[in-house]
């Protein structure tokens, strides 16, 4: 089960971070991720972290301003958004994998259990 809390609205130009507490994760070797949909627009990956080398990758809307990162003493995953753009605003999902489909880490359907959701929304 992934608990997601955090988001919110904020000016452009400002911060947030995003948890996804974790209750039977992570299992090894697999993709934990984050996800934002937008009004309209299809799910696009923003970040992922391979729980087996901790390796992490960033979409390139958001290199440089996003952090994906993980506490493994509380199974917490987290996305530090700094430098927020107008374009960042919209529905943030942190996803699981329970194993590996073979999918690639920013394939929705790489992923098979999801958070409830969060609303970030950046104003002007």
């Known amino acids: 089960q992934l608990v997601q809390s955090g988001g919110g609205s904020v000016q452009a130009g400002g911060s947030l971070r995003l948890s996804c507490a974790a209750s039977?994760?992570?299992?090894?070797?697999?993709?934990m991720g984050w996800f934002r949909q937008a009004p309209g627009k299809e799910r696009e990956a923003v970040a992922a972290?391979?729980?087996?080398?901790?390796?992490?990758h960033i979409a390139d809307s958001v290199k440089g301003r996003f952090t994906i990162s993980r506490d493994n003493t509380n199974n917490t995953l987290y996305l530090q958004m700094s430098s927020l753009k107008l374009e960042d605003t919209g529905m943030y999902y942190c996803a699981g994998q329970d194993h590996w489909n073979g999918e690639s880490w920013h394939r929705p359907t790489a992923y098979q259990h999801w958070g409830q959701g969060t609303q970030v929304t950046v104003t002007s």
């Open positions: 039977e994760y992570p299992y090894s070797r697999t993709f």
């Open positions: 972290v391979y729980t087996g080398t901790e390796i992490t």
